[in-house]
């Protein structure tokens, strides 16, 4: 990517999260809103590429190994100047407070879709167009009830993802592809095994969160 070229679409977005299903999963939506999205897995390689590319906006994730969604923001606060929201399964209040001390133009709390991002998002970039970023307090949803102990959190969203959209989100990550090129290869891929597009991209997103499971 050219970083003198000027941004495509909606403008330049950087996505950080270390896991690889959400990270392809909002590259993959933000991309079909328009955006164009760079991305990275941990904190070391989003900071290189803010640094190179400095995008319009930064959703950060958290807790990851290494360098914290925390100490990517205040590198993007402090030293390149780029704004920057948190997508985090945290919502404590020691979490709520760096948030808000670090000056995040949003917060959003997992699990999430795609559909409750890219509203935000857009508000967001819109506010930053205008000038008005810097008075954007942290955006946080609705508290939703707790679960009783030992009872996991229903997700915010009863719907679920299209295997097709995930896969063509893994392929753009993975081998760093337009969303046209992506869903041509995963078509390839199908027809190569003999299955379905259907069929393929929810091997792909298996196997994905498989070894998501094995890294946890």
Partial sequence: MNDAAPPHGKGRILVVDDDRLVLATVT??????????????NGDDAILLARQHRPALALLDIRMEGKTG?????????????????????????TRAKVAELGALAYLVKPLDVGQIVPTVDRVMAQLAQGRGADLPPAAPPQRPAAPAGVPPAPASASTPDPVSLATGILMHRHTLTQARALQKLHALASE????????????????????????
Avoid: N, W
């Fill in 70 to 94: 925390f100490d990517v923001a205040e590198y993007l606060r402090d030293v390149v100047g780029v704004p920057f929201m948190f997508l985090s399964a945290f919502a404590d209040e020691p």
């Fill in 193 to 216: 095994k003999g299955l379905t597009a259907q069929q393929q991209a929810q091997r792909l997103v298996d196997a994905v969160e498989a070894l998501a499971d094995t890294d946890a």
């Fill in 28 to 41: 993959h939506g933000l991309a079909q809103a328009g955006y164009e999205v760079i991305d990275a897995d």
